[in-house]
């Protein structure tokens, strides 16, 4: 029945991080022992004081449709915190709330892009931006860093990507899946780039912007010059675990936010109602809790980093934010396990799946073929067991 079906879809790739979490559900059902890390979840719940905000919107009858561009209560309360934390000088008419920061992302590349258009994107980049630029019309452009630099891609190569179809840049900080931070100077020396070339406009996906360990974390709009060039996306997935509401924003120039309400009005309206009163909330009581789960996740990034730097052909990067470590595998090409040679990262993960049941991304889904993501929103316990079962593995190839 393919032939039915559209060709937007057809030739869409599938999510490799959902594949491999329901690759890990499937073997879980078969009575397997998997240690799953391939997901991008924080593995703490809601605050409570969080839930209880949402179940007092709940009794007072906050169940119904939302406006377009989300609660006014939440537009103004995040462009509070924009002007506060961030620096960056926007009103509650430049936000739009949407059902998660990827239908924010997603509907900035179908307000603006047009095909072929070009969207310049830092690799490693999140699984999604791909597809989503494609879906859109666009072409993405990508520029890559590698763990030598802990990943960061240089101005000299943005400005070399740059061509008269570039209409966007995109990257994340900190990023998924490398949990890079691009501290001051990386961001001036991009922004130098881009205010030569004011009709550009960069999509900072600032989506774990609590989850930073020893870098301050800069918005790249506060930047001199830079806020009528930058659309901002965040939300509340990450920094607060609420990655089951669906809650995330924008904020961006007044045309632009103007031109995402319409196509949200068109496809989902508002985000859901009492999420939405949760997360005025959390942005104004609960940034202390969200900085809780960030040491928490400082510890086992440590203790992920020592434990995979004993395994012999592990290439190990350090990161400064997120949750995620992005090793390079490549030393290990040409080894086998009883038969099966790892020729790539998608082979090293296939592999440690299939014979010590603990569940990784390849680093192919993220633009990086010879790396694979380790998510450490996990226990001690639990990344303790994985990494030994990996280090195993690792020590029996030939």
Request: aromatic share 8%; hydrophobic share 40%.
């Amino acid at each position: 029945m393919k032939h039915l079906l559209s060709d937007r879809v057809v030739n869409m790739a599938e999510s490799e991080t959902l594949k491999m979490a329901q690759m890990a559900r499937d073997l879980k059902a078969l009575g397997h022992d998997v240690i799953s890390l391939s997901l991008g979840e924080p593995d703490f719940d809601t605050p409570e004081s969080i839930k209880a905000a949402a179940w007092e919107a709940l009794k007072a009858g906050i169940t119904k449709y939302t406006p377009v561009p989300g609660l006014p209560e939440l537009r103004e309360a995040i462009a509070q915190k924009l002007r506060e934390e961030n620096k960056l000088n926007y009103v509650s008419s430049q936000i739009v709330v949407s059902n998660g920061a990827k239908q924010s992302i997603s509907n900035i590349c179908q307000a603006m892009l047009n095909p072929g258009d070009e969207v310049i994107v830092f690799a490693p980049y999140w699984v999604s931006y791909f597809e989503i630029i494609k879906l859109a019309g666009g072409t993405p452009v990508i520029i890559s860093g590698d763990i030598e630099t802990e990943y960061k891609v240089t101005a000299r190569q943005l400005k070399n990507a740059i061509t008269d179809k570039t209409k966007l840049v995109l990257f994340s900080s900190p990023c998924n899946p490398t949990g890079t931070v691009f501290n001051r100077e990386d961001l001036e020396s991009y922004a130098e780039v881009l205010r030569k070339h004011p009709d550009i406009y960069i999509i900072s996906d600032e989506i774990y912007e609590y989850i930073v360990f020893g870098e301050e974390h800069i918005s790249i709009g506060s930047l001199e010059g830079m806020i009528d060039q930058t659309i901002t996306v965040n939300g509340f997935s990450k920094s607060y675990s609420m990655t089951g509401w669906r809650l995330g924003y924008m904020a961006a120039p007044d045309f632009i936010a103007k031109a995402c309400i319409k196509i949200q009005g068109q496809f989902t309206s508002g985000a859901n109602s009492f999420s939405q009163k949760a997360g005025v909330y959390a942005i104004q009581h609960g940034k202390a809790e969200a900085l809780v789960m960030r040491d928490a996740f400082a510890r086992r990034r440590d203790l992920v980093i020592r434990l995979l730097e004993e395994i012999p052909g592990i290439k190990v990067n350090h990161p400064e934010g997120a949750f995620y470590v992005f090793p390079d595998v490549s030393a290990l090409y040409g080894k086998s396990s009883e038969g099966t040679v790892i020729k790539t990262a998608d082979d090293f993960c296939d592999l440690l799946m299939s014979k010590a049941y603990v569940g990784l991304v390849a680093g192919s889904a993220f633009g990086a073929p010879d790396c694979f993501r380790l998510s450490y929103a996990a226990s001690d316990a639990q990344l303790i067991e994985a990494i030994s079962r990996m280090k195993r593995m690792v020590e029996g190839l030939r």
